[in-house]
């Protein structure tokens, strides 16, 4: 039996808008991954815990805040502290282009915005997953 693609849905900050985020792990879900969603109003330090303790292969965060260049990047350090260097992370939400470049320098290895279509996000996760 083939291992399944284990994927933490997670809202760190303050941000309550989660529609895009049920969206997405709706549809990783139907395209067989399993996921875990965190819900709402996650700190870093929970968000890497949960990925910790759920074991997962990928840490699929959301923000529409504002607050990405700053929480982003404290999640990936926080995993990385924890040993967890194979985990894909990838973001999404309404993040400016330009502070794209930033994120992948810090560790977030794609950044998704608004419109992008599910099959993407599906696909990038299948390539890059070690």
């Not at 997670?10 to 941000?15: E, F, I, Q, R, W």
């Not at 709402?40 to 949960?50: D, G, H, N, V």
């Amino acid at each position: 039996m083939e291992k399944r693609i284990r994927v933490l849905v997670a809202k760190p900050g303050l941000d309550g808008h989660d529609r895009g985020a049920k969206v997405v792990a709706r549809a990783l879900r139907d395209a067989g991954f399993e996921v875990i969603y965190t819900g709402l109003r996650q700190t870093p330090e929970q968000i890497a815990e949960a990925a910790l303790q759920e074991d997962v292969n990928v840490v699929a965060m959301s923000l529409l805040s504002g607050a990405h260049n700053t929480l982003f990047p404290k999640v990936v350090n926080l995993l990385k502290e924890k040993g967890m260097n194979d985990v894909l992370v990838i973001g999404g939400g309404v993040i400016p282009d330009a502070d794209i470049p930033g994120l992948k320098a810090a560790g977030v290895k794609e950044v998704f915005t608004p419109g992008t279509p599910t099959s993407v996000i599906i696909d990038f996760i299948k390539q890059n997953v070690k």
